[in-house]
């Protein structure tokens, strides 16, 4: 369930379509866990989001994003359910975060840790029969029936 950044010349070479393929190298089968690599550059509306490697370096290439874009005084980084891989080699523990702050919007590795500035942001599985009652607002937010 790795996600390779390619650190070699040619952001071409990478694409969300491959970051794909490393994520299906291990298959989630539970109802709730963490969002993809992949999910959230998905939900970038720019045309310049392309992969992880763009993410991680080109912080504005994945925003105008409704899972990364919170505004610019806030300040959200939130871990996925991907591993981090070089085609270097040599890295074990690092792991894919989606951040927001004031002058960034992507998704960029960094080591797994506890210290609060990274939290888990669960996904749940719904199922095709599942209903919803409410707007989605904060005055009336979803809630599962």
């Not at 669960?122 to 095709?128: D, T």
């Not at 029969?129 to 989605?136: K, Q």
Request: aromatic share 8%; with cysteine; net charge negative.
């Amino acid at each position: 369930m790795a996600v390779e950044f390619l650190n070699r010349s040619g952001d071409e070479v990478d694409s969300i379509e491959k970051n794909i393929v490393g994520e299906k190298m291990y298959q989630w089968t539970g109802n709730v866990g963490l969002a993809n690599v992949s999910d959230i550059l998905r939900a970038s509306t720019n045309p310049l989001c392309t992969s992880a490697t763009t993410s991680n370096s080109d912080s504005d290439a994945c925003n105008s994003n409704y899972l990364l874009d919170k505004g610019a005084a806030s300040t959200l980084s939130y871990w996925t359910i991907n591993a981090y891989s070089s085609e270097s080699g040599g890295n074990a523990t690092p792991v894919w975060h989606g951040i927001v702050n004031s002058s960034n919007a992507s998704v960029y590795y960094n080591y797994a840790s506890t210290d609060g500035n990274d939290a888990p942001r669960p996904v749940i599985f719904l199922k095709s029969n599942t209903t919803l009652n409410g707007s989605g607002t904060l005055e009336d937010p979803f809630t599962i029936v």
